[in-house]
């Protein structure tokens, strides 16, 4: 089995690239651990940011997103002091929010990909890479590849595969965990919403129009199981605030996951003939929803840099793609953790709790009264 660039992993960092080399005629084939049915239903993130939407869209992607993607533009914030919006849309750099819930993007990339006489594997999981010849190896024999992109996702193979005395693994754990919730319930407010809680933090994601996300902050050893529905929605009901603020609109939980708030970045993200791409490269807590988005730009970069390499044999671009993409990861890391230390309080044994609470309303009162603090804010939490 042979082709020029060789795909570990059919997420949004693997389709994307595999779509933009398609688009310029090169040779691909992706290799991906489940079946198609299992990534086409697999509801994950759903924000796409600005640049998301112009590499969907200027490369063709963007169909089903424009069909029925909801635009989406302001987040509200919650606390014992009261309630207000941001409409991000009009601050920083007026960019806004595309909802796509990415089970739906994954679909419609697969359909292009192939469309493009790309080629892919499903249910074929990779155990071993050998950055050096671009070799891979699976449960169906092995693969060669001119170049081997680990698109994997962040407990995949293709980091191992980078030396560990040449690679730094740069992580945080978070010390939080949150219960990530899916409901068939409609949404409960326009707006995406963070509240600010002595329980613990919750949040409200629209997804589409039956279907919203919650998330609670819990307890990093809780078992989902001990979250019945009852229990879920009466304690987002405490930490949202609804005798103020008004009811939520129940439905059915279809699902209950825990989320441990983590980061981490590899650099360098390449080795040899091996690229890392996606949360290969660079894991990024859910804050603020910007994992797919970084996936998404580095799929761009690194595309333009194999182009190059396959069709000029100019490899400049290539060698330069961790420098290139390593800046952009860090911003979002940075801006990311910004938003940890916004949306959770201190944990009640630090000895300086109290002092770190004050801290925390203080910053959000910047946010609600500053101008220049809500810039600040959109652009960051739209951009990358
Ligand atoms: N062999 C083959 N495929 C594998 C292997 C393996 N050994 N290990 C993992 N995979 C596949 C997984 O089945 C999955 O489909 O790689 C894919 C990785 O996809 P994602 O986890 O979605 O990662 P990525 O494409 O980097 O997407 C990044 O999208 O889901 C959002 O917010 C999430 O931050 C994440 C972002």
Redesign the pocket.
């Known amino acids: 089995d042979r082709a020029t660039v060789l795909i570990?992993?059919?997420?949004?960092?693997?389709?994307v690239l595999g779509n933009l080399l398609r688009a310029n005629g090169i040779d691909t084939l992706i290799?991906?651990?489940?079946s198609r049915e299992?990534?086409q239903t697999?509801a994950?993130?759903g924000f796409l940011g600005a640049n998301s939407a112009r590499v969907l869209t200027e490369h063709g992607l963007a169909a089903g997103m424009l069909r029925s993607g909801q635009s989406h533009d302001t987040c509200a914030f919650r606390d014992a002091e009261g309630e207000f919006e941001l409409n991000y849309g009009e601050l920083g750099r007026g960019e806004v929010h595309t909802v796509y819930p990415?089970q739906h993007l994954?679909t419609d990339l697969i359909a292009e990909y192939l469309h493009r006489g790309g080629r892919i594997r499903f249910d074929?999981?990779?155990?071993e890479i050998d950055a050096a010849t671009a070799t891979v190896r699976?449960n169906g024999g092995e693969s060669r590849g001119r170049f081997v992109v680990g698109?994997?996702?962040?407990?995949?193979?293709s980091r191992r595969a980078l030396p560990a005395d040449l690679a730094t693994r740069h992580a945080r754990d978070h010390g939080i965990a949150w219960l990530a919730v899916l409901t068939e319930a409609p949404q409960s407010m326009t707006a995406v919403t963070y509240a600010l809680h002595d329980n613990g933090f919750a949040g409200h994601m629209a997804r589409s129009p039956q279907v919203t996300r919650y998330y609670l902050q819990v307890c990093a050893d809780d078992d989902p199981a001990a979250w019945p529905d009852e229990r879920i929605w009466s304690e987002l009901a405490i930490r949202m605030r609804v005798d103020r603020f008004g009811p939520l609109r129940e439905g059915p939980v279809t699902e209950r996951r825990m989320v441990r708030l983590r980061s981490d970045v590899v650099d360098p993200m390449q080795h040899g003939r091996l690229f890392l791409?996606?949360?290969?490269?660079s894991?990024?807590s859910?804050s603020a929803?910007?994992?797919?988005n970084?996936?998404i730009m580095q799929a761009e970069v690194l595309a333009r840099a194999l182009t190059d390499a396959v069709t000029r044999e100019d490899e400049a671009a290539l060698r330069a793609y961790s420098r290139t993409c390593l800046p952009r990861i860090w911003r979002a890391q940075e801006f990311s953790h910004w938003m940890i230390t916004l949306l959770h309080g201190p944990a009640a044994a630090e000895p300086d709790a109290g002092f770190q609470r004050v801290l925390r309303r203080a910053r959000l009162s910047s946010l609600r009264d500053s101008r220049s603090h809500q810039d600040f804010f959109a652009e960051n939490y739209v951009g990358i």
């Open positions: 570990v992993g059919a997420g949004p960092a693997g389709l290799l991906e651990r489940g299992r990534v697999r994950r993130a990415q994954v074929v999981t990779v155990t699976h698109c994997d996702g962040s407990n995949g193979v791409a996606g949360d290969a490269a894991l990024i859910p929803a910007k994992g797919a970084l996936a």
